[in-house]
C-alpha cells in the first residue's frame, strides 16, 4: 500500500501528466480560439464548477466571509498565474517553442532559490542535483534554436519566475488557507485578467470559434481536468510538500506533452529528445532516493543526537 507521501508525490505526478497531455488539445484549439480569449472561457467555466460545489456543500448557502478572506493570498497567486500564461504567450510571437519550453522549465533551478529566501527553505543535496539533471533534459529535449537571445527568450524567462514564485506562494499560502476558496479566487482573477487583456489585444470573438467541436471539448478538458481538479491538488498537496520538489516534479510535464504529441500527432522524438526525457526522469527520481541512507559518512554529525 502507498504510503502518505507516495501518495501525494503521484497525485502532483498525475497533475503535470495531465498538464502534458492536455497541451496537445490546448494547442489545437487555439489555432481556432485566441489564446487569451481561451483562457477567459477556461478559467471561467473552472470558476463556475468550484463555486456550484462550494454552493451544493454548504447546501445552498455560500459562505461569503470565507471568500473574502482569501482575496488578497488568491488575487496574489491569480496575478502569479496569469502572468505565467500571458509571458509565455507573447514569448511565443518572438522565439521558437523549444526555446520557450526550456526557459520556462527554468523555473525547476529557480523555485528552490526562492524557495530560500521566502519561506527560509534549504535545499537538499539530492534537491539540487535533481534540479540540474532535469534541467540538462529540458535543454536537450526542448531547446534546439542556439541563436542570440531575443526579447521572447527574456520573456519566456520572466514567464519562469512567474511560474517559480507561483509555487513558492501557493506553499505559503495553502497551509493558511481554505482550500477551494483560495482556488476560486486564484482562478476568477484569472479569468478576469485573461479576458481584459483578450479585449485589448485579441480581434472581437466570434460566436462560431467557441462552439467548434474541437474548441469546445478542450474547454471542458482543460476547464475540469487541468484547471479545477488540478489547481485544487496542487494548493491541497502543497501543505505537505516542499516546493523545490513540486517544482522538480513539474518537469515532467513536457515529457508527457512529447508522448501525447507523439500518439496524438505521430510527431517522433530523437536520440537527444529521448535523452532529455530520461535525465527529467531521473532528475525526479534522484531526489526521492534515499541516498544518505546507504552513505553514512555523509550524514550530519549531530544526526543521532535529534532522532
Not at 509565455?88 to 529557480?110: D, E, H, N, P
Not at 513539474?250 to 510527431?267: L, M, R, S
Amino acid at each position: 500500500m502507498l504510503n502518505n507521501n507516495s501518495f501525494i508525490n503521484s497525485a502532483l505526478l498525475g497533475i503535470a501528466f495531465i498538464w502534458g497531455i492536455t497541451f496537445v488539445i490546448v494547442q489545437d484549439a487555439i489555432s481556432t480560439l485566441e489564446p487569451f480569449t481561451f483562457n477567459f472561457v477556461r478559467f471561467t467555466l473552472a470558476s463556475l464548477l468550484i463555486f456550484l460545489y462550494l454552493l451544493i456543500s454548504q447546501k445552498g448557502k455560500f459562505d461569503s466571509k470565507i471568500f473574502v478572506s482569501q482575496l488578497k493570498a488568491g488575487s496574489f497567486l491569480g496575478f502569479l498565474l496569469f502572468m505565467g500564461y500571458a509571458l509565455q504567450t507573447f514569448s511565443l510571437l518572438y522565439t521558437t517553442s523549444g526555446k520557450a519550453g526550456f526557459l520556462t522549465g527554468l523555473s525547476v533551478a529557480i523555485v528552490p532559490i526562492i524557495s530560500y529566501f521566502v519561506l527560509k527553505q534549504t535545499p537538499t543535496y539530492q534537491g539540487v542535483l535533481g534540479a540540474i539533471l532535469a534541467v540538462l533534459g529540458l535543454f536537450l529535449l526542448a531547446f534546439t534554436d542556439l541563436s542570440a537571445v531575443n526579447i521572447g527568450d527574456l520573456l519566456a524567462l520572466f514567464c519562469a519566475f512567474a511560474f517559480g514564485f507561483h509555487i513558492v506562494y501557493t506553499g505559503k499560502f495553502s497551509s493558511q488557507s481554505a482550500v477551494l476558496n483560495l482556488v476560486l479566487v486564484q482562478l476568477i482573477t484569472v479569468a478576469v485578467l485573461s479576458g481584459i487583456f483578450g479585449f485589448i489585444y485579441e480581434p472581437a470573438l466570434e460566436l462560431d470559434n467557441i462552439l467548434h467541436p474541437e474548441v469546445i471539448s478542450a474547454l471542458l478538458i482543460t476547464s475540469l481536468f487541468a484547471t479545477a481538479l488540478a489547481f485544487i491538488a496542487q494548493t491541497y498537496f502543497q501543505k505537505s510538500v516542499s516546493a523545490s520538489k513540486v517544482a522538480l516534479i513539474f518537469a515532467t510535464e513536457p515529457v508527457f506533452a512529447a508522448i501525447a504529441d507523439f500518439f496524438w500527432n505521430g510527431h517522433t522524438l530523437g536520440m537527444r529528445a529521448v535523452i532529455g526525457c530520461l535525465l527529467i526522469l531521473m532528475g525526479m527520481l534522484f531526489a526521492e532516493i534515499p541516498i544518505m541512507r546507504y552513505l553514512p559518512s555523509l550524514k550530519p554529525k549531530n544526526e543521532n543526537a535529534n532522532m
